[in-house]
């Protein structure tokens, strides 16, 4: 290996407009050859550690890569079947978008099975495919067919009810390029991940790597890390800074949300980080010790849950320790819903909306889980306050702000009047709502509306808003765009700006104030029908510079009877001819006739020193006057008579 950048767990997604980023993750029961399928597929055996070889047992996360049919690459992570190591499995599941639900054909459905399942239904991992293994060991079709419909069975009302079932051999390789298909099917209806601008990468593996110090990997969401970006890891709040980063064992630049990530971090030292802290960008995310949640009881727990319990909590990569308050009830049953209020001894990093596990500690069962819906409620609620239990309910289908932003999010470009249409909140909810967003820097009004709006926002309800999101993707493409052009069009002054707006795909009201805001913001400049990126200036080469010269001393050496336009290009090519017209070195008066600066700039003098006072002149005079041809001296006089410096009366012209 070569350090760094040849790590075997580290993963690549690229950040190209349409490329999707997944992860998936493996379940089922031990020893039914979940690694083994792993390794069959990709070439990489995720079980790492001497222990797990020798036991032949994963024990803690794997991880490996693979490449789809369609060239996508995605993400693995290899988790514990055993029992005794489940709650390894949990930290790895959390990250995850998709199942590779691994049941063997020789035993079927069996307890882990049931619980990996379990837990996949609680954490809503709403895609997936079953992989029945090892039917090389089965030589009756019909125990295949009994042992799908057992699985069918098991998997009825749940997240993986619909999903495909592929009979393959680990040890053969049957199967396996349907199983592939069949992986990119489910996640090609994968939601595309949302860039919420606040990156959160939990930390489920820490390692050192000589030369380089310390490395963490996770799953990213919400947002991009970049080389350079200052971070802060939580809940310590220990500060660090990215020193390099890694996807699928390539050096990325930045990494995208939904990526497996590996960040090498300076300014930390290993023995401070712990699983389940989180990377994050400074001061965008608060630990918290108290969260508000949804609860769902599985159906065969062995006892009700109670008010006070000690439980495991696994969000994220995290595990801790929690005290469980029960709200509105005295207790909940198998398979029975409600409000708890998590008190946890350690800090925890989460959002409104993320997935939960709750574990008995002794004997350790699986009991339940949801969704987070307050992180940061303001104290203790009161056990059967109604008040609190409404509070929860509204919550749960999110704050107005929220709200209204994923109906900005989801909209684009839209007026205010129509996002919150979208968002169906009353009058004096949606007016707070907007105000919040302005505070908080989510909502770009893209008129200049935003003082008013602040204050009444009825008031703009026709203004153009986008999200802050939105505003920052289509900006950093339009300039993108805009850099791409000047590197494969280096002597050309600037894009036009139909072509610029046809390849943004924008609308016209919404390209012109795009342009207007980065005009505005000194970071591209307009000239005439042309925008360029602030600074860019053509330059020409030695070479081209020294064929311009040339070129140029013809022009010099017969000022009045120059080259044509045709033998000019043909001498010096179509685009350093267009760039010597661009930087005003030549100019044009007519489709065929052309002269330098200088040429240009003594002829237009000294006609108007013929026409002072009053006199009119005829082409044949000034054909005299400067020793040429009447092809010449009519391009010349009929652009003054178009530039509006002459008119045209008969055969003669005088100054206008």
Same mark, same amino acid.
């Given at each position: 290996?070569?350090?760094?950048? @040849? ?51 994963? *024990? ?5 890569? !693979?490449?789809?049919?369609?060239? &996508? ?8 079947? @055993? ?7 949990? =930290? ?7 199942? +590779? ?14 619980? @990996? ?23 009756? %079709? ?13 998997? =009825? ?34 939601? #595309? ?76 030292? +290993? ?8 990377? #994050? ?17 599985? %159906? ?103 709200? !209204? ?26 007016? =707070?709502?907007?105000?919040?967003? *302005? ?56 894009? %036009? ?24 913001? /000194?970071?591209?400049?307009?000239? /005439? ?12 080469? %030695? ?54 600066? &200088? =040429? ?57």
């Amino acid at each position: 290996m070569n350090g760094f950048r @040849h790590l075997s767990v580290l993963w690549v997604e690229r950040a190209k407009a349409g490329y999707s980023m997944h992860v998936i993750g493996t379940a089922g029961h031990v020893d039914h050859g979940k690694s083994a399928l792993v390794e069959a597929l990709t070439g990489t055996h995720p079980d790492r550690l001497k222990e797990e070889r020798e036991r032949e047992m994963t *024990i803690d996360l794997g991880f490996a890569w !693979l490449t789809l049919p369609t060239g &996508e690459e995605i993400g693995i992570i290899d988790v514990p079947g @055993h029992r005794d190591f489940i709650e390894n499995m949990l =930290a790895g599941v959390g990250g995850i978008e998709a199942a +590779l639900f691994v049941i063997a054909a020789d035993e079927g459905v069996m307890p882990q099975t049931k619980e @990996h399942l379990a837990i996949l239904d609680l954490l809503e991992i709403q895609g997936g495919v079953i992989a029945l293994t090892k039917v090389d060991l089965i030589d009756d %079709p019909d125990w295949l067919d009994l042992v799908e419909e057992d699985v069918r069975r098991a998997m =009825a009302g749940t997240v993986l009810a619909a999903a495909p079932i592929v009979r393959v051999s680990s040890r053969t390789r049957v199967g396996l390029e349907t199983l592939k298909q069949e992986l990119g099917t489910c996640l090609a209806h994968a939601p #595309a991940h949302v860039d919420l601008g606040r990156p959160r990468l939990p930390i489920d593996r820490i390692f050192s790597i000589a030369g380089f110090g310390t490395v963490v990997t996770g799953t990213l969401s919400d947002g991009y890390l970049r080389l350079g970006d200052e971070l802060e890891i939580l809940p310590a709040g220990l500060k660090g800074r990215v020193r390099g980063l890694q996807t699928h064992k390539r050096k990325e630049e930045a990494a995208v949300p939904g990526s497996r990530t590996a960040v090498n971090l300076t300014g930390v030292t +290993l023995d401070r980080l712990k699983r389940g802290d989180v990377v #994050a960008h400074p001061n965008t995310y608060r630990p918290t010790g108290r969260l508000d949640v949804r609860f769902r009881v599985l %159906p065969d727990v062995l006892q009700p849950i109670r008010h006070n319990m000690t439980v495991k909590l696994f969000v994220g990569a995290a595990e801790m320790v929690a005290r469980l308050r029960l709200l509105g009830v005295d207790e909940l049953k198998a398979g029975e819903s409600g409000w708890l209020q998590l008190e946890v001894e350690q800090p925890v990093v989460v959002v409104r909306g993320d997935r939960y596990i709750l574990r008995r500690p002794s004997p350790g069962e699986t009991l339940g889980g949801g969704m987070v819906v307050d992180p940061h409620p303001k104290g203790r609620h009161k056990r059967y306050s109604e008040e609190s239990l409404q509070r929860l309910s509204t919550l749960a289908k999110g704050t107005p702000s929220e709200i !209204l932003l994923q109906a900005l999010i989801a909209m684009g470009f839209a007026s205010l009047k129509e996002v919150i249409a979208r968002s169906n909140l009353d009058g004096e909810n949606a007016s =707070a709502a907007v105000r919040e967003l *302005i505070d908080s820097g989510q909502m770009v009004f893209l008129e200049d509306e935003t003082p008013q709006v602040r204050m009444k926002p009825e008031m703009a309800r026709e203004a153009l808003v986008t999200s802050r999101i939105n505003w920052e993707q289509v900006s950093s493409r339009c300039l993108q765009e805009l850099r791409e052009y000047h590197r494969f069009y280096p002597l050309r002054s600037g894009i %036009p700006r139909e072509e610029l707006k046809s390849r943004l795909s924008l609308p016209a009201r919404i390209f012109n104030t795009v342009i207007r805001r980065l005009v505005d913001a /000194g970071e591209l400049q307009e000239k /005439g029908p042309q925008v360029r990126i602030s600074g860019h200036e053509i330059r020409l080469s %030695p070479v081209q510079q020294q064929v311009a010269d040339a070129l140029l001393a013809r022009f010099n050496a017969s000022p009045y009877s120059p080259p044509s336009y045709k033998e000019a290009q043909a001498e010096i090519g179509d685009e350093l001819f267009a760039a010597l017209v661009e930087l005003g070195k030549l100019v044009s008066v007519s489709d065929d006739v052309i002269f330098s600066r &200088e =040429a240009y700039e003594s002829m237009s003098t000294q006609v108007k020193s013929m026409l002072a006072g009053g006199k009119s002149i005829t082409a044949a005079q000034v054909r005299d006057h400067f020793n040429t041809s009447r092809r010449y001296v009519l391009a010349f006089l009929e652009h003054l008579d178009a530039i509006g410096v002459t008119i045209r009366e008969g055969d003669t012209r005088r100054l206008k």
